[in-house]
C-alpha cells in the first residue's frame, strides 16, 4: 500500500505564522482563529517561496452560495456589494444555536461574516461549533454562543469586531451576566450546566468592547450561522 504523499502546510495569517511539515500542527495555528489563511503545497520549496508571498495570490476566498445563479460573475471578487453590505456591519462574528425538541439535542456555532455580494453571496468562514448537548434549549445555545464569541476575540486581541445573535433574550442574558433558564438540571445536561457555569463567570470577571447587535432577520434573511433547520 502505497505511503500518503507528504504535504507542507504554509500558514499565512494564523497563531504562529510558518510553514508545517504535518496537519496537525498547520491546523493548532487555525483552528478557531478569526481570518485565518493557510494552504498545503505538495513540496517544501513550493512552500517556502509561497511564505515569502502575499496569501491572496495563493488562495481562492470561500464564498457560500445559497442557490445557484447562471448570471453570476465568474470571478466573485469582481461581484458588485449587496445593499446588505451597507446596512450589515461587516465584517462580523455571527452566532446562532439550534434546539430538536424544547429541550432537546441543542448545539451552537460562530460564523465569521467578511462580506456579502450582489447576488446574495456571502464570504464567511466558521469559527466554531459545539454540541449537540442532550436535554438543551435554544436560548441557552444562543447565551453560550455569544459568550464563546466574545472570550474568542478577546482572547485574539479583537476589541472591535461586531457580533451579531437574532436573540433578544440571549443578548439579554449577557447584559445581565446571567442566563435566567428555567430549565432544570439533570444527569444528561450536568455538562451544560457547567458551560453555563463557565460562561456567567467569566462575563463577571472580564470587561469587553465588542458591539452586540441584533440580526434584522425580516430583512436580512437567515443569519449566516444558522443551522438551516427550520
Not at 111 to 133: A, C, K, M, S, T
Not at 165 to 189: C, E, F, G, H, Y
Request: proline share 8%; aromatic share 10%.
Amino acid at each position: 500500500m502505497a505511503k500518503p504523499k507528504q504535504k507542507y502546510y504554509v500558514v499565512w495569517q494564523g497563531r504562529q505564522p510558518g510553514v508545517y511539515t504535518d496537519w496537525s500542527s498547520c491546523e493548532a495555528q487555525v483552528k478557531g482563529f478569526l481570518g485565518a489563511k493557510y494552504k498545503a503545497f505538495p513540496t517544501l520549496q513550493e512552500a517556502e517561496l509561497a511564505f515569502g508571498r502575499p496569501a491572496e495570490e495563493y488562495i481562492v476566498k470561500n464564498v457560500k452560495t445559497p442557490k445557484a445563479d447562471n448570471h453570476a460573475p465568474a470571478n466573485p471578487s469582481a461581484q458588485k456589494k449587496s445593499p446588505l453590505s451597507t446596512a450589515i456591519r461587516i465584517p462580523a462574528l455571527c452566532v446562532d444555536a439550534a434546539c430538536s425538541g424544547n429541550p432537546g439535542l441543542m448545539e451552537y456555532r460562530g460564523v465569521y461574516l467578511l462580506d456579502i455580494h450582489q447576488n446574495g453571496e456571502r464570504e464567511e468562514q466558521e469559527l466554531f461549533r459545539r454540541g449537540p448537548f442532550p436535554e438543551g434549549t435554544n436560548n441557552i445555545g444562543e447565551f453560550l454562543a455569544i459568550v464563546h464569541a466574545l472570550a474568542l476575540l478577546q482572547k485574539q486581541g479583537n476589541s472591535t469586531l461586531p457580533i451579531y445573535s437574532d436573540s433578544k433574550t440571549a443578548q439579554a442574558w449577557v447584559k445581565q451576566k446571567k442566563a435566567k433558564t428555567k430549565l432544570q438540571p439533570t444527569p444528561a445536561n450536568a455538562v451544560l450546566f457547567q458551560m453555563i457555569q463557565r460562561a456567567e463567570n467569566w462575563l463577571l470577571t472580564h470587561a469587553w468592547n465588542n458591539p452586540l447587535l441584533k440580526w434584522d432577520t425580516p430583512n436580512w434573511g437567515e443569519i449566516p450561522a444558522d443551522f438551516g433547520r427550520k
